[in-house]
């Protein structure tokens, strides 16, 4: 009877050694996938910042905010303040980064009358405004970041 009860007692405890290596193994596994994930995402977003400091006059005063990176559609979006040809700061504009690289800056909505110029500026930026809303800001997994230099 002493023997059955060390025998139970003994696999008892060798299969909750097993268990419980095997929950930690599952869960080292997940925290290695997150961390792999985060990595691409960080990835892709200084990708996206990178295509717009390429196509500033001055790439250095570049200012970040709200940078997001769509991996379902592989366009980016967010806010950039730069310095101009005189070396002011423009103001924050917001950006959008197609899947093939390409960049596009908020154009200026139109004021006052309209005239057939100002209708053309004005479907250029309800364009801008429905290519971010759907590529960058839709659904999809997304990374937002904070504010950096």
Same mark, same amino acid.
């Given at each position: 009877? $002493?023997k059955?009860?060390?025998?139970?007692?003994?696999?008892?405890?060798?299969?909750?050694?097993?268990?419980?290596?095997?929950?930690?193994?599952? $869960? &080292?596994?997940?925290? +290695?996938?997150?961390? =792999?994930?985060?990595? &691409? $995402? =960080? *990835?892709?977003?200084e990708k996206?910042?990178?295509?717009?400091? *390429?196509?500033?006059?001055?790439?250095?005063?570049? +200012?970040?905010?709200?940078?997001?990176y769509?991996?379902?559609?592989? *366009?980016?979006?967010?806010?950039?303040?730069?310095?101009?040809?005189?070396?002011?700061?423009?103001?924050? =504009?917001?950006?959008?980064?197609?899947?093939?690289?390409q960049?596009?800056?908020?154009? =200026?909505?139109?004021?006052?009358?309209?005239?057939?110029?100002?209708?053309? *500026?004005?479907?250029?930026? +309800?364009?801008?405004?429905?290519?971010?809303?759907?590529?960058?800001?839709?659904?999809? $997994?997304e990374? &937002?970041?904070?504010?950096?230099?």
């Open positions: 009877m $002493k059955k009860l060390v025998w139970v007692s003994g696999l008892t405890l060798v299969f909750a050694c097993v268990g419980v290596g095997t929950s930690y193994w599952n $869960k &080292r596994q997940v925290e +290695i996938e997150q961390a =792999k994930l985060e990595e &691409r $995402k =960080k *990835a892709s977003v996206v910042r990178n295509l717009v400091r *390429a196509s500033l006059k001055d790439p250095g005063s570049a +200012i970040f905010q709200d940078v997001v769509n991996e379902e559609t592989q *366009a980016g979006c967010g806010f950039v303040n730069a310095k101009n040809s005189f070396g002011g700061y423009v103001g924050r =504009k917001m950006f959008f980064v197609s899947r093939n690289g960049v596009e800056f908020e154009q =200026k909505t139109p004021e006052g009358t309209m005239t057939v110029e100002k209708l053309g *500026a004005l479907a250029n930026a +309800i364009g801008f405004n429905n290519k971010v809303q759907a590529d960058c800001l839709g659904q999809a $997994k990374l &937002r970041s904070s504010k950096s230099p």
